[in-house]
């Protein structure tokens, strides 16, 4: 099966042991490509301990830190089509992510099929939680940037719920909800903004968004510093706004496309082209289900970076398989934490923290 059947099969389709098979060896074969390509990951490999088990935990994995202060990329200066860079405050360092027009488009294609499973085929009216001055330079932007760009390529006749001074938009909202009055709705925002700028200023039964579905994502400290957790964040948006359709992602700029959404169980799935581990931080070995331990994901889809297989600054715990038959396979994972002392790097947190100094309206 080549990464195309792995695309057009219905995504969360496979059972588990098929899907690692066919994942080593696209895994595998990008090794080879980028040792090939990034002379400074050949010399990064060779320093590199085994790193233990086989299968997909025997792939090398970089930790993605270094994105921050190595330029890792396996095409020409010509054939850059952008750069992306992760969320920081202002003195951190952030990633950098070269991209060429074919890793573009495998991200854009991964992310559309992904999406698909809880939006279907057709691009719905969409409303983004996000000012429109957010997207600037088309060929160099952070991640907060591609997130939107990406999910508006999901649906059409957009609305920015947010004006340049990130107030709500009332009279614009209600304007495009009559609009589209009994029509399915499509809606995007990184989940701390979603709660800041959109269920704290609206009143309650102000806006029917009952027919919507929301995508959400970014990371949840600033909300979990505010005793807000998923299950408090659903009952709010559905008791504000009517809204009950929501997804949860999990993804990162140096992963674009490979995003793991969360199923109707409550945990997220990775996609047929990528996957997860949880590695022990004491002996980097990969953890049994059901342990807490450092994330590790796994992609089929840089072509342009050295980023197929990293070593994130986060922690989870893997809850067993999913089921295919249902719709829903693939390892189920939980989010629990960021690993101490790793710099606050989601896009909610990150504008949170500027935020903080701003008072809600």
């Known amino acids: 099966m080549s990464l195309d059947e792995l695309f057009e099969r219905p995504q969360y389709s496979l059972e588990q042991s098929c899907k690692e098979r066919l994942l080593v060896t696209e895994l595998r074969r990008l090794t080879e490509h980028h040792r090939r390509g990034c002379a400074a990951y050949a010399r990064i490999l060779a320093t590199l301990p085994p790193t233990g088990g086989e299968g997909l935990a025997g792939v090398p994995y970089l930790p993605v830190s270094l994105f921050k202060s190595h330029r890792l990329v396996s095409i020409p200066d010509a054939e850059v089509f952008k750069v992306m860079t ?53 060929r160099r932007f952070n991640a907060r940037a591609a997130g939107v760009l990406g999910m508006a390529s999901l649906g059409r006749r957009h609305f920015y719920a947010l004006d340049d001074d990130m107030q709500l938009d ?23 903004m979603v709660w800041r700028y959109l269920l704290q200023r609206l009143d309650v039964g102000e806006a029917d968004l009952s027919g919507a579905t929301l995508i959400h994502s970014g990371g949840w400290k600033a909300l979990q510093d505010q005793a807000v957790d998923n299950g408090t964040f659903k009952r709010v948006l559905g008791e504000v706004t009517g809204l009950r359709r929501v997804h949860n992602f999990y993804g990162m700029v140096e992963q674009v496309g490979s995003v ?21 931080p004491a002996t980097w070995q990969e953890a049994p289900d059901g342990t807490v331990g450092v994330i590790e994901v796994l992609s089929a889809l840089p072509l342009s970076y050295p980023g197929h297989a990293l070593l994130t600054e ?7 398989v999913g089921d295919p038959a249902q719709g829903w396979g693939g390892r189920r994972l939980e989010v629990v934490g960021r690993v101490p002392r790793a710099e606050l790097r989601g896009c909610s947190d990150v504008h949170a923290r500027v935020a903080e100094a701003v008072p809600a309206a």
């Open 314 to 320: 986060d922690l989870g715990v893997v809850h067993g």
């Open 260 to 280: 793991f959404l969360e199923g109707p169980d409550g945990f997220l799935h990775p996609p047929n082209f990528a996957d997860v581990i949880i590695r022990d």
């Open 86 to 138: 992760s969320s920081g405050t202002t003195g951190q360092a952030v990633s950098s992510v070269v991209v060429d027009r074919a890793t573009a488009e495998r991200q854009s294609r991964a992310l559309t099929t992904i999406m698909a499973t809880v939006l279907g085929p057709r691009r719905l009216p969409m409303i983004i939680i996000d000012a429109p001055n957010v997207v600037r330079d088309r």
């Open 170 to 192: 009332r009279d614009g909202l209600r304007d495009f909800l009559r609009r589209h009055d009994g029509e399915p709705l499509l809606i995007f925002g990184f989940t701390y």
